[in-house]
């Protein structure tokens, strides 16, 4: 057939199906294939009737259907569907056409894609995509990676579909070589993990310490949301606490308290783990949803373990402003961590990473799209080889204002039982990463002591290494030095 589409895109799910409708509001011509022809077919005649999308039956119609360089974008699910459509579209393909993968892929499978596609004289783009349902449609987070060569083919389309920011700046730029862009998609899931949980331990503190309703949360939550905290995710999180079920009944009460997630949080606190980043709030995020799930031994557990008697006698309203404080304090060193493992990684992968414009990218569209993303953006293109989000002076300054509401809270929970698992792993970070000398010495006294792995000393230059016999048994034989 005539090559009439700009781009094709493989998987009428509810994120291919949207950003099949948003490549077209913009002017572009789609094509759209499914494995199962039936999807193929019920969205040609439902949503997309009457617009500049062609529903191809079958590959090899589909792949004609393309504009050279042709650019077919993988909207399945991630791991071997993935692999299994590349093998099916290379044969097809001519060189220098491009594949992307818009899935949640982790990130050194994007790295092995990219070398495999392009042995075959191909291009390969592994990008994030961020927003949900309605972000995909109207304009969503894109944080593309792999062939950078492809990228000027491409990115007309990207940058046109992507969210706009700042008087119509696009978030969605080149983000890095290889399996970069899947990397930093996978960090931005990270985080959003550990919002969420963020915001929950806030909305357990509200309920069960200060006896707040639904609609007197959604009160607050509303006033947040015009404030600093102004969010994603404190918004709908304002509209949940409003929403009642037919019997009117806060429709978040009926929710058993189970969290699900598909390992996007997860792949991030192994990597942190591998990389040697201190990634603690957003591991505890995973956690905590891992504890969750443990719904059944919880009830037994209530039935048989006691805490403190819950009561609460101090100022209510205080205490709410404490509350902000702590949140967005925690929230900040969410996001520090975050950076951090972006900066080490870039260093252990040889990217290029620009961490301004990926907070623009964050900036719109994106599931954790908020108001001081814009502020990151301005602390990094003030200084580029900022080492930690706390050491720019405007977070600095936050921090210390925050600081004493947030120990108040983390203090009033503890006192009363309520687990605040990601509020104290970010004031416990905060802490640690602020003192200049941690008890390390005595672990690396203790190391040496049993396994004669040596340590530095004060008095020394460092890299020289020491042991001691330190039971007067042992030899001067030592093992190998410890990695910083």
């Known amino acids: 057939m005539k090559q009439v589409s700009d781009i094709g895109v ?20 789609v094509s759209a294939y499914n494995r199962t022809v039936d999807k ?6 439902g949503r997309a009737k009457g617009k500049n999308i062609y529903g191809a039956m079958s590959l090899e119609d589909f792949v004609s259907s393309l504009k050279s360089p042709r650019k077919v974008m993988l909207m399945v699910k991630a791991g071997q569907p ?6 099916l579209l290379i044969p097809h393909l001519d060189q220098g056409d491009i594949i992307i993968d818009g899935g949640n892929s982790h990130f050194p499978d994007t790295d092995r894609r990219t070398k495999y596609v392009e042995s075959k004289g191909l291009y390969f783009i592994g990008t994030g995509v961020s927003g949900g349902e309605e972000g ?12 950078k060569a492809a990228w000027p083919a491409v990115k007309p389309i990207f940058q046109g579909i992507a969210a706009k920011v700042d008087g119509g700046v696009p978030c969605c730029d080149w983000v890095g070589e290889n399996g970069a862009g899947h990397f930093v998609k996978m960090v931005h899931n990270g985080i959003e993990y550990g919002d969420m949980q963020l915001i929950n331990e806030v909305y357990q503190i509200m309920k069960d310490v200060l006896g707040m309703s639904a609609d007197e949360m959604h009160e607050v939550f509303k006033e947040w949301n015009e404030g600093e905290l102004d969010s994603y995710l404190i918004e709908i999180t304002q509209d949940i606490l409003a929403f009642k079920d037919e019997d009117g009944i806060p429709m978040v009460d009926k929710i058993l308290d189970t969290a699900g997630q598909k390992g996007t949080g997860k792949w991030t606190g192994t990597v942190a783990l591998e990389l040697g980043i201190p990634l603690t709030l957003i591991t505890e995020s995973v956690f905590s949803r891992c504890l969750s799930a443990l719904k059944n031994e919880r009830v037994k557990a209530s039935k048989i373990l006691s805490g403190p008697k819950i009561s609460f006698a101090g100022d209510k309203k205080a205490f709410i402003n404490d509350l902000r404080d702590a949140l967005y304090a925690a929230k900040v060193i969410s996001y ?6 972006m900066r080490a990684a870039a260093a252990e992968y040889g990217w290029n990473l620009n961490y301004g414009s990926i907070a623009l990218m964050w900036r719109g569209g994106c599931i954790i799209r908020s108001r001081f993303l814009g502020n990151i953006k301005e602390a990094f293109d003030k200084n580029p080889d900022l080492a930690n989000l706390l050491l720019d002076p405007f977070f600095a300054e936050k921090i210390q204002k925050a600081q004493a509401g947030w120990r108040n809270v983390i203090a009033t929970a503890v006192t009363n039982g309520i687990p605040v698992p990601c509020l104290s792993a970010g004031l416990t970070y905060f802490d640690g990463y602020r003192t200049e000398r941690l008890p390390a010495n005595l672990l690396q006294a203790q190391r040496d002591y049993f396994g004669a792995h040596t340590y530095e000393r004060v008095d020394k230059p460092r890299g020289d290494f020491f042991h001691t016999n330190w039971t007067g048994r042992g030899g001067s034989t030592s093992s190998t030095t410890y990695d910083v």
Not at 40 to 45: A, H, I, M
Not at 82 to 87: A, G, P, R, Y
Not at 336 to 341: F, P, V
């Open 10 to 29: 493989i998987g009428i799910a509810v994120m291919g199906e949207n950003l099949i409708l948003n490549m077209e509001s913009k002017g572009f011509h």
């Open 136 to 147: 995909a449609l109207l304009g969503p987070s894109i944080m593309p990676g792999g062939s």
């Open 40 to 45: 193929v077919e019920n969205f040609v005649k």
């Open 336 to 341: 520090a961590q975050g950076y951090q493992m």
């Open 82 to 87: 993935v692999d299994d459509f590349i093998e």
